[in-house]
């Protein structure tokens, strides 16, 4: 049997604890749907009112945490409650607004500010700061979208990058538990109360692998973590980098009558979807991200994306999964956004996130942190231009070097884009800048045949020799580029024989469409010719 793994790390608070796993950084966040106390999406979008109501709210509730509190408690909550009052943070997060940023993102990239500059601090008491900072950010947006924080069960012990002040005043340590910190401080508010309750504390454990439950045991005497057979060290953190761009695996292979390899994915709108992926699909090749991330207030929470992204990517194990970036704009808006003026205008996917790149940071932060648990691809909607591209890449990288300033682990994922805007479609061999390219035929069609939304559906059929046909031309513009298709057009099997003669070779489709598709591609020709005997 195999031993378990110790690892050393630093003593924050002398003493033992053992208990389940508890993991900080995979918060099971409901959906805006799931919430029936969530705030309506109005009030995260009402002004600055909506702030102060926010502020109001969570300094009241770092009062009720401060009744019967101990002094040493107390000062911590009366600095927290100071910073909520300090004039300076609301002068800042109103100058964002004045300059058109939504109040959710006003507040946290105010707060973000802030953190980064205590962050880069030379001593290390300052450096300590940020968490606290971070914990009355989270606090307020919580407040702002009606989800307060929750707490995590008795005896548990906590694992994660940091903890929030706030969260361990709140939690009831009577009955056992400690805390394991990938870095931490021994001056942090959080070491301080640690040693005044006598929980066992051990900071600098770098990342580990656990799955919530695990039995962990913390030696704050000696300073190491004690997990069972099977957890491991999680590789440190490396430069961001672009690995390969080809998102095809053989786990979900299948061959046409004639032999040539096809692979068939799923698309998906929610993470239970995952569970449709079984070991006869190749991944999942569109992730729908507008679908999970509804409102205004889940954009801007960069930790509740996180645990979507990673949840997808752990289901899907070694098998590849393609996640959009947010789709929004026209017909599809952000709960909380309807009345800004990018939307008035028209301005829909990549275009509407490249001028509120407030709400591209956060996803793209999001999603570097994903990518390193499991086969991340991201791509881009409703691409028109090369630079479109160009200016997202640069923002990925922007966001991938101040992770790494902050040592949070991340990886660069490949990019690719959308082929559903015919001016796109017409030029691919212009992309260069795109890693792999995925055809969307629903909007491919609309704009082809210039249909209204509501009547797509009667014109798909008669603009399908169009969509056809401009497909197997943009097809040999790709130069050898991953290439896919993951409309409507791909799960009916009448299409078929024409996208595989256009050279299409990757399909996702809705899961329940896949034994369909599955069964036409083994009785078709890699020609779309039908096999002898069908």
């Not at 959906?31 to 309506?40: K, L, N």
């Not at 600098?204 to 039995?215: E, I, K, L, N």
């Not at 057979?229 to 430069?239: E, N, Q, Y």
């Not at 902050?406 to 660069?412: F, I, K, S, V």
Request: include cysteine; proline fraction near 7%.
């Amino acid at each position: 049997m195999a031993e378990p793994l110790r690892l050393k790390a630093k003593s924050a608070s002398p003493g033992i604890a053992s208990g389940p796993a508890f993991l900080a950084e995979e918060p099971k966040a409901p959906s805006a749907a799931e919430r029936p106390d969530a705030a309506p999406a109005s009030q995260a979008a009402g002004g600055y009112g909506a702030l102060e109501k926010a502020i109001d709210i969570s300094i009241g509730e770092l009062e009720h945490l401060a009744d019967g509190a101990d002094a040493q408690s107390r000062d911590i909550i009366d600095f927290q409650i100071e910073v909520l009052r300090d004039p300076s943070i609301a002068e800042a997060t109103g100058a964002r607004m004045e300059a058109d940023e939504n109040v959710v993102f006003a507040w946290v990239a105010t707060l973000d500010a802030y953190i980064g500059e205590l962050e880069a601090a030379d001593e290390e008491q300052m450096r300590a700061r940020a968490v606290d900072i971070l914990d009355i950010k989270n606090r307020v947006l919580g407040a702002l979208a009606g989800t307060p924080i929750a707490d995590f069960p008795p005896g548990s012990v906590f694992i994660g990058k940091d903890m929030e002040p706030s969260r361990f005043l709140a939690h009831d340590w009577s009955k056992g538990g400690g805390i394991a910190l990938f870095s931490g401080s021994t001056a942090g508010h959080v070491a301080l109360l640690a040693r005044a309750k006598s929980v066992p504390m051990v900071i600098g454990t770098g990342r580990f692998s656990a799955a919530d439950g695990d039995p962990v045991s913390v030696d704050g005497n000696a300073g190491a973590v004690i997990l069972q057979a099977g957890s491991m060290l999680i590789p440190p953190l490396v430069p961001a980098q672009e690995p390969a761009g080809d998102t095809q695996t053989t786990g979900g292979e299948l061959r046409t009558a004639d032999g040539v390899p096809i692979l068939l994915s799923i698309n998906i709108n929610d993470p239970a979807e995952i569970d449709a992926l079984d070991p006869a699909t190749a991944g999942v090749g569109l992730m729908r991200s507008e679908f999970s991330i509804t409102s205004v207030a889940d954009a801007a929470n960069e930790e509740r994306q996180l645990a979507i992204y990673r949840r997808v990517l752990e289901q899907a194990g070694d098998r590849p999964v393609t996640i959009r970036m947010l789709d929004i704009g026209g017909d599809k808006p952000l709960a909380g956004l309807e009345d800004l003026p990018a939307l008035a205008s028209g301005l829909r996917g990549i275009r509407l996130l490249l001028a509120r790149p407030e709400i591209a940071r956060v996803q793209a932060r999001a999603l570097l942190r994903a990518a390193v648990f499991g086969r991340l691809s991201v791509m881009l909607p409703m691409v028109t231009f090369p630079d479109e591209i160009d200016r997202m890449r640069e923002l990925f990288r922007e966001e991938a070097e101040k992770l790494g300033r902050r040592a949070l682990l991340h990886r660069m994922p490949p990019i690719g884009m959308m082929v559903e805007v015919p001016a796109a479609a017409l030029m691919l061999d212009t992309f260069g800048a795109a890693a792999f390219f995925s055809f969307g035929t629903n909007d491919l069609t609309q704009y082809l045949a210039a249909s209204a939304r509501d009547d797509l559906d009667a014109d798909a059929g008669k603009a399908a020799p169009a969509v056809l046909r401009l497909i197997a031309q943009a097809v040999k513009l790709t130069a050898g580029k991953p290439v896919s298709i993951c409309g409507d057009m791909a799960g009916n099997p009448s299409y078929l024989p024409g996208l595989l003669a256009a050279g299409l070779r990757h399909f996702s489709v809705a899961p329940a469409r896949r034994p369909a598709i599955r069964s036409a591609i083994i009785g078709l020709n890699a020609d779309g010719t039908r096999a002898a005997g069908e």
